[in-house]
């Protein structure tokens, strides 16, 4: 009889937690160490500065090192430097703090990514409300400055090969799920499932794209294999696309291709893997997709293959340099001029100076409290506001009553923070509260009671102040969101999602015109990139299946777009072509009919263009109806 395996017992211990708590013991070790060599207000400022340049680290700042590093010296530095001369009356502290809160969070706040103002905003708040005069003066100017510059040299250490790190596994995450196509339709297994393996291949090659693509004309132009990887990703796409497209058409389960066609798939996979890690060269690479070719010689997928090889020197960067390089500094400033950022960065400044101004003219104790519980709860859109107001209530509680409790048995400060570590413990176990909220609020309570033992106020009165002051100014926020401008993020979508189908009518347009130029060309898809980076970064507040759909499919669509750009370029022909294919296509709308067409064209190219201009036709029709179709109805 065989013997039961004893289930081992584990500790459901998150990972985000154990590193909170590693950020709180080093917090407070910090906090001990500088105390008595730069006292206690710059003591502070250097444990702020700790989780500043944790938050900032987040974030890629590697690119353009030299750039960014003067840019946020002297934005701390000027911090420094207002918040000192904010310090000596309430006349200059509330003017002074409203421009620098509308300032700071204007020019951190953006539509296509997260914003990075917290943590500045957080470090302004304490060096305001703590400040120093004369030598300790110049000792705050010297860490920040430390502080800074550390920050950076961190950015290179955690984010320079990161990317390269991350594209290498997501293409060794991608071989198998090519492959697992080609097994499967060789087995003949179902149709839906191909097709669903197909889409989640589909949405790798979209990520990676993008991935590469954010990229393009700063980093890998530096990395040859990062050119191989962007070029692989295009092949592998438009290959995952014809797997698609015969595949859906083909009758139950069908296999439409050969095993033969399968077989030599299958190679032209591996070569291409080979290729985006240098081990093959651009000829092998060329003489598989020949072989490929011609065992789909009906279909229009051979001409853009042979077309693509044909660019292969050529390099995507360039135009993205292009495009970079085409932006003129004025066009640049009215790019940031946004009435959305405009009225949130106004609306955060009034409530904070307001309540700055109340709590001064009432004398309130622990006064900053209120600007910091603020600038901490704000969201961009009234619904997350609200919820982000609610647990950050609901934690605050929690950290209180685990505070009081790990601070009421002993004066023993290395066995407060041992009851401190195993309390949290516990009750994230039973309650699975935001580790982050809680243990960066014990921190917050813990250094501001140290900071207001002199002023007679105990570590329970603070806690108990910081309560109130949370539930005050999430409260007061909410109502005045929720009353003037609130933005709400389905709203925005609709809106963002109507410019893009938009911008896709003016390119096509612009294709349609013989007299249009490549600048023109590209400056239309300049924005429409730009409108898709807004569309995706408010997908990560409603994770909706739709939007990935419709943003997969536009990619692709865009996709098509540069490519016959390319082709133009690479060929030297005008847009006089693409005219005539598009006066081809109005009169023989099917697919069937331009095969037909393109047998009697003798030249390559034009019969590239025709294929190109129909998946362009297809694609926004595509695009406009998941949009009209699925996605407005689940923004309802």
Not at 213 to 231: C, P, Q, R, T, V
Request: aromatic share 10%; net charge positive.
């Amino acid at each position: 009889m065989e013997k039961k395996e004893k289930k081992k017992f584990k500790i459901p211990i998150r990972k985000e937690l154990i590193t909170s708590l590693l950020l709180m013991v080093i917090m407070f070790g910090i906090m001990f160490a500088f105390m008595p060599l730069v006292g206690m207000s710059n003591a502070l400022i250097v444990a702020m500065g700790i989780m500043s340049i944790l938050m900032v680290t987040r974030n890629d700042y590697s690119l353009h090192m030299k750039k960014n590093t003067i840019f946020f010296l002297i934005v701390q530095l000027s911090l420094v430097a207002l918040a000192y001369a904010a310090s000596f009356s309430l006349a200059a502290k509330i003017p002074i703090s409203f421009a620098v809160f509308f300032l700071v969070i204007y020019i951190f706040t953006y539509d296509d990514k997260m914003s990075i103002y917290l943590p500045f905003m957080l470090n302004f708040i304490m060096m305001l409300y703590f400040p120093v005069y004369g030598v300790d003066l110049g000792i705050r100017f010297a860490i920040v400055a430390i502080e800074t510059l550390i920050m950076m040299g961190l950015q290179l250490l955690v984010h320079r090969n990161k990317f390269k790190k991350n594209i290498k596994k997501q293409m060794e995450e991608l071989i198998p799920m090519m492959e697992k196509q080609i097994t499967s339709i060789k087995n003949q297994d179902d149709k839906q499932v191909i097709l669903e393996q197909n889409k989640q291949t589909a949405e790798k090659l979209t990520a990676m794209q993008g991935a590469l693509d954010a990229k393009m004309g700063h980093f890998i132009k530096k990395w040859d294999e990062g050119n191989n990887y962007l070029k692989s990703v295009l092949l592998f796409k438009r290959i995952n696309r014809f797997v698609r497209d015969t595949y859906s058409t083909s009758e139950n389960n069908q296999n439409s291709i050969s095993e033969n066609t399968l077989d030599t798939l299958s190679d032209l996979v591996n070569t291409i893997v080979k290729y985006s890690e240098k081990q093959v060269d651009q000829q092998t690479v060329e003489a598989a997709i020949y072989n490929f070719s011609k065992q789909i010689d009906s279909s229009a997928l051979s001409l853009e293959l042979e077309a693509n090889v044909q660019m292969f020197e050529r390099k995507r960067i360039n135009d993205a340099e292009q495009m970079q390089a085409s932006t003129s500094f004025w066009d640049t400033l009215k790019s940031r001029i946004n009435l959305n950022n405009l009225i949130y960065a106004l609306k955060i400044s009034v409530v904070c100076a307001g309540g700055m101004l109340v709590t001064e003219l009432l004398n309130l104790p622990k006064a900053y409290l209120f600007p910091l519980s603020v600038i901490v709860v704000t969201q961009p859109y009234a619904k997350l506001t609200r919820k982000s107001a609610g647990n950050r209530i609901l934690n605050t509680i929690y950290m209180v009553i685990i505070y009081l409790l790990a601070f009421s048995f002993t004066d023993i400060i290395w066995l407060n923070i041992l009851i401190l570590v195993v309390l949290i413990l516990v009750g994230d176990m039973i309650l699975k509260f935001n580790c982050n909220v809680v243990v960066t609020g014990i921190i917050a309570v813990a250094m501001g009671s140290m900071a207001s033992s002199s002023d007679g106020i105990s570590g329970t009165e603070y806690a108990l102040l910081r309560l109130l002051y949370v539930c005050a100014a999430c409260i007061l926020f909410v109502i005045i969101d929720a009353l003037f401008f609130p933005r709400h993020v389905n709203e925005s979508v609709k809106k963002e999602l109507k410019k893009s189908l938009a911008c896709n009518q003016t390119i096509l347009s612009l294709l349609f015109n013989s007299n249009t130029t490549s600048d023109a060309l590209l400056q239309a898809l300049r924005e429409k990139r730009t409108i898709n980076r807004k569309i995706k970064f408010n997908q990560q507040y409603l994770n909706l299946n739709e939007i990935n759909l419709y943003l997969m499919s536009d990619q692709e669509w865009t996709e098509r777009v540069y490519f016959l750009y390319d082709s133009l370029a690479e060929q030297k022909l005008t847009m006089q072509h693409v005219s005539s294919a598009c006066d081809i296509l109005h009169s023989n709308p099917t697919f069937k009919s331009l095969m037909e067409i393109s047998q009697s064209k003798e030249e390559r190219s034009e019969k590239t263009i025709i294929f190109n201009m129909y998946d362009i036709l297809k694609g926004m029709q595509e695009s406009e109806i998941i949009s009209d179709s699925q996605v407005m109805p689940a923004l309802k």
